[in-house]
């Protein structure tokens, strides 16, 4: 899905010639869980229950909560395997890329594209019988679209990947939603924008920081066919927009004080940051003193944040 982290890079590269003898178990398990990049879906399970808490406007059936995020983390990992199968070719010559499973033969392709339809059927199936078939459809939905439409369409074709491909990673909210109520609403729908709005300024800093890398293989992501300062433009608009829409719940009468005081907090420090970014990006300041990784992580603790907001509010509305 388009919500990322930056993932560590263990030292020891096993080579993708070596026999499936070679491979210890302990390290197959290790590599089939990375492909699920679990590190993502910890930020996508933060967008679907706190929503759950917002649909119940309390403690929502905690069964119900395990059961969606189980199903919710089998159907994004589907995802994210049939993902590294695709791109496996690029992974291999990209340096943070350079050792997921596919690369380094601890997963063949073939076993990475039957764990990925496996996982994609299991989850759906999962979604259907035991939560409702609305939710299970929306998660297919999301897995396809960031399977077919984002991965084999959009990536190398347009720099505006980035921008579509992140509706995949704006469904866990519809989805959280669903799970609860079996119908839809102008709530999930505000915060499927926010995240929609959210995914370019997240991710085009980290763009910004390995574009080298995304130039090498031919990725046309914004920061490697724009300039910094056209980037970092960009980075602000939407962040402008991205804050306006998350205050739009409180209007609307889903959420009270306690959620706008967050919101607005929060939003406030992330344009704070994103001009900051622009300023140093039109001084033409390159390299680590253009810290474009601060918004970055910023970005990761601002939806945490506001989500975290949406799951207490009702407590206190």
């Known amino acids: 899905m388009c919500v990322t982290a ?42 679907t229950v706190p929503v759950m808490f917002l649909a119940q406007q309390g403690v929502p059936d ?41 690369v380094t033969g ?22 259907g019988l035991a939560v409702n078939w609305l939710s299970a459809w929306l998660a297919l939905g999301a897995l396809l679209f960031y399977v077919v439409v984002y991965t084999m369409i959009l990536k190398r074709r347009t720099a505006q990947n980035i921008i579509w491909g992140g509706i995949a990673g704006c469904m866990p909210v519809l989805i959280g939603w669903t799970a609860v109520t079996n119908s839809l609403s102008w709530a999930p729908v505000i915060l ?36 910094n300062k056209v980037v970092a433009k960009q980075i602000v608009i939407y962040s402008w927009v991205m804050v306006a829409v998350s205050l739009l719940l409180t209007p609307l009468g889903y959420t009270g004080w306690f959620y706008t005081v967050v919101a607005l907090a929060a939003g406030g420090w992330w344009l704070w940051e994103a ?36 799951a207490v509010d009702p407590f206190l509305h």
């Open 6 to 47: 930056v993932e560590s890079r263990p030292a020891g590269v096993i080579g993708a010639s070596q026999s499936p003898v070679q491979r210890p178990f302990g390290a197959r398990v290790k590599a089939f869980v990375a492909l699920t990049k679990p590190r993502i879906i910890e930020l996508l399970l933060i967008t």
């Open 62 to 102: 905690l069964g119900l909560v395990l059961i969606t995020c189980l199903a919710g983390y089998l159907s994004a990992g589907g995802a994210n395997a049939l993902n590294m199968y695709i791109d496996r070719d690029i992974d291999a010559l990209m340096d943070r890329t350079s050792q997921r499973p596919l």
């Open 106 to 127: 601890m997963v063949s392709p073939r076993e990475c594209l039957a764990f990925g339809i496996s996982l994609a059927i299991g989850s759906t199936l999962l979604f």
């Open 192 to 227: 499927f924008l926010v995240i929609f709005f959210w995914t370019p300024p997240h991710y085009w800093p980290l763009s910004m920081k390995v574009k080298d890398d995304y130039a090498r293989v031919g990725v046309p992501m914004l920061p490697v066919i724009a300039s």
């Open 275 to 310: 001009h900051a970014l622009q300023n140093r990006a039109k001084a033409e300041v390159e390299g680590v003193k253009l810290k474009e990784m601060r918004l970055f992580h910023w970005s990761i603790t601002y939806v945490s944040l506001l989500f975290v907001a949406v």
